[in-house]
């Protein structure tokens, strides 16, 4: 289905990542619209050899995955109920489709639990924000069905075909995992994760420059490439805890899409991300800044964290102990804090501090002016060892469109060992194909 999930990317050559996040996603709660992201890239990207097979959601440099051979399985004995699943599922991806043509949300209704029509709707609005003139779905293939009682599960391979204002055109092809449930006799499905796009492309950052870059620190020399990531990731131990402090940009309500800041833990080379930051959304009545948190493959969602353009935020996510989680935002110029513990099981593969474009359905959301954004005290906790972003040895990440050009520039890591800025440059953000978990 046409819904939330990280951005499709081409597989690294010999070398070697989102929302999704997304921005998923992980990433744009089911009110918002992101799942704006998430994203991964492989540990190869650090350490120079490539793993396919460890390529995860959220990390990029853009060619779809080859789907697998048709193939339909089932658990189920009972043929009646598998053919019901599938017709549910190719119902909805045409609801969707006809949803969006005749901008009525409510034909996706029949075929979705209250939960995930809501985030369809998101989903769909995000589309529209970020441009799609229509959807389509190409193909569609079956991987497996299985059913058990009142619930069920359904694989498919999936093209869509997004056609934008611009008269651009852009092809997917991501693998849904749907869950389904039985409500009153009927299936209808409660949740669908497309685990396997890729989000980031590590390489050498030579791709084409923008002619301007409001760059207030030297620009990163070796980085790597992402459709929606900018900023540093860690890799190599077990991260247990990540912070920083950013200013929230001042985003130009003339621009249109949108922009996320986080901090995050996991999603680089498995499929899990923890992550917490904030949001800015331009619309038709202006500039819309939220705050919010995601849990991947959950879909994020707004927290009352009251922020607006200029204001100091600092964010942290810290594991406790086993599957706790504390995740403490504060709002450094009004005084307001948001805290909350959450269960979650992470790989605690890797850390992050990114500015993402977000993700809706498959298509990126275009990445608004937000000009510079400023980090300052990023560290993480790495094998019980608190450290700073040099210490740590991370690496940078740089946005590029579908030219290669860069849209959003990284800078090097200040002398402070914890600083750095990312800045939008003068560089067309178009939307484009797959996208991390958040939804704008």
């Known amino acids: 289905m046409f819904e939330g999930d990280p951005t499709a990317t081409t597989p690294m050559s010999p070398f ?30 650090f350490s120079g050899r490539v793993d396919l097979a460890s390529l995860v959601s959220t990390a990029r440099n853009y060619v779809d995955r080859a789907a697998p051979a048709v193939q339909t399985t089932t658990s189920s004995t009972d043929a009646a109920a598998v053919a019901a699943v599938k017709d549910v599922v190719q119902r909805a991806n045409e609801a969707q489709v006809q949803a969006y043509t005749r901008n009525d949300p409510t034909l996706m209704r029949a075929t979705a639990t209250t939960a995930y029509y809501q985030e369809l709707v998101q989903t769909n609005q995000g589309l529209q924000a ?57 299936w209808k499905i409660s949740a669908d994760v497309q685990p396997n796009t890729q989000v980031i492309s590590p390489g050498t950052g030579s791709g084409t420059a923008p002619t301007t870059v409001t760059q207030p620190g030297t620009p990163a020399s070796v980085t790597s490439s992402s459709s929606n990531w900018s ?22 309500s003339t621009s249109s899409g949108a922009d996320a800041t986080w901090v995050g833990i996991g999603g680089l080379s498995s499929r899990d991300l923890i992550q917490a930051g904030t949001q800015a959304m331009v619309d038709p009545s202006g500039v819309t800044y939220t705050s919010w948190i995601e849990m991947l493959p959950q879909s994020s969602r707004d927290v009352p964290l009251s922020i607006s353009a200029g204001d100091s935020v600092t964010v942290s996510i810290t594991q406790q102990s086993g599957n706790d989680w504390l995740i403490a935002m504060k709002n450094n110029t009004t005084g307001g804090t948001y805290n909350v513990t959450v269960q979650y099981a992470s790989s605690n593969s890797s850390a992050e501090w ?30 019980g060892k608190a450290m700073s972003l040099s210490a740590l040895s991370a690496k940078a990440i740089t946005m590029i469109n579908g030219q290669g050009q860069a849209i959003a520039q990284t800078s090097t890591i200040g002398n402070d060992g914890s600083s750095f800025t990312v800045a939008r440059t003068d560089a067309t953000s178009s939307p484009q194909s797959g996208g991390r978990r958040r939804r704008p």
Do not use: C
């Open 16 to 45: 070697a990542p989102p929302p999704p996040p997304a921005r998923k996603n992980g990433g744009i709660p089911a009110g918002r619209l992101v799942a704006l992201g998430l994203l991964a890239f492989a540990l190869a990207a």
């Open 354 to 383: 990114v500015q993402e474009a977000p993700s809706v359905g498959r298509g990126l959301v275009s990445l608004d002016q937000f000009g510079t954004v400023q980090f300052s005290g990023a560290s993480a906790v790495r094998n």
């Open 130 to 186: 970020s441009g799609a003139q229509s959807i389509a779905l190409v193909k569609l293939e079956w991987v497996d069905v299985s059913v058990s009682g009142t619930t069920a599960n359904a694989v498919t391979n999936e093209t869509w075909r997004t056609t934008y204002s611009d008269g651009s055109v852009a092809d997917s092809t991501d693998r849904n995992e749907y869950t389904l449930v039985l409500q009153a006799g009927a």
């Open 231 to 252: 900023g540093y990731a860690a890799s190599g131990g077990t991260f247990t805890s990540v912070t920083a402090t950013w200013t929230v940009p001042t985003v130009l």
